[in-house]
């Protein structure tokens, strides 16, 4: 403030002196000639020294105003930096809120999409079951291999109790030739009495399946993660669906036991498998009551069965 006022004074003196410069040097003030004194105005080194000085004080006023400039820019860029990083640090919360937010959401779809594989394919992929009497798998599953079927022979007390559906091209290990081991797998055939409840569209040329070597097919369910044969049925639970239907068979009850199967209710059999050759033998399945309850099973009746799957 002090620099301010100055600098007025000295621009106001020397607009003064500037302007009676020249008449200055003319004029003696009377009262000081009687009292003896002459009072003269400054020269021009003077008024250079006098300029000099009012550009200093210039100077450091302008300095002082453009130092006050930038303490007060400093101070506004301080708030800003304040105000930044406040910004900043909601973003972030914001940021992590929002991403922990998309994790979560993304465990739980991950959660559902498991679930729903679970659900629709099972965690072993689906499920698999053989089609016996049939080379074919219905419509929605994926035949996996066809082949024949085959077991161990009806008269031997040993041997496998469950029936194989092989494949119509085995592949060999170490072989030798001859019989070693003593245990032997068959092909299986049909033993048809008067009694044959089966279609005959697929064996049009045949009277009887009797003494044919019937077809098999493993089929896989991508869609699905379980199966079930269900005996005496002919259609599925609610929410199962069927995969075929047909005739309960096993082996004779005189003979060696062995597993219960479903075979197809119009099976198909292998080309030049005719013939007694015996081997692993198909029964129909009858009921027999007593233990087993009547009237709701009857005896002598043919057992159905099918196939579900979920």
Not at 265 to 270: H, L, Q, R, T, W
Request: with cysteine; hydrophobic share 30%.
């Amino acid at each position: 403030m002090k620099l301010h006022i100055l600098s007025v004074f000295y621009i106001f003196a020397l607009i003064l002196l500037l302007s009676y410069k020249a008449q200055a040097h003319r004029y003696i003030i009377d009262d000081e000639e009687e009292e003896g004194g002459e009072i003269s105005l400054m020269n021009d080194k003077e008024v250079t020294k006098m300029l000099k000085e009012l550009k200093k004080y210039r100077s450091q006023d302008k300095q002082q105003k453009q130092i006050n400039q930038l303490k007060q820019l400093a101070r506004e860029l301080q708030k800003q930096v304040v105000i930044l990083h406040n910004k900043l640090h909601e973003c972030s919360s914001e940021e992590k809120e929002r991403t922990e937010q998309e994790d979560t959401s993304a465990n739980k779809t991950s959660i559902r999409h498991k679930r729903s594989i679970q659900n629709s394919a099972g965690t072993t992929g689906g499920a698999t079951y053989i089609r016996w009497g049939r080379s074919t798998c219905p419509q929605g599953a994926e035949l996996v291999y066809n082949g024949v079927g085959a077991g161990s022979h009806y008269s031997h007390s040993g041997g496998g109790s469950d029936y194989l559906c092989v494949p119509h091209d085995p592949e060999w290990g170490v072989t030798t030739d001859g019989f070693q081991s003593n245990s032997f797998l068959y092909g299986v055939e049909f033993e048809i009495q008067a009694n044959n409840p089966f279609l005959t569209h697929n064996t049009p040329k045949l009277t009887t399946v009797h003494d044919q070597s019937p077809r098999c097919a493993v089929c896989h369910i991508p869609s699905r993660s379980s199966q079930v044969m269900i005996p005496a049925k002919m259609t599925c639970p609610a929410s199962w669906t069927k995969e075929y239907d047909g005739y309960l068979m096993s082996s004779h009850h005189a003979q060696q036991k062995s597993q219960f199967v479903c075979v197809d209710k119009a099976p198909e059999v292998m080309d030049g498998g005719d013939g007694n050759q015996d081997g692993a033998l198909f029964y129909i399945v009858e009921a027999q009551c007593g233990s087993l309850p009547c009237p709701s099973y009857l005896s002598g009746k043919e057992i159905t069965c099918v196939v579900c799957s979920k």
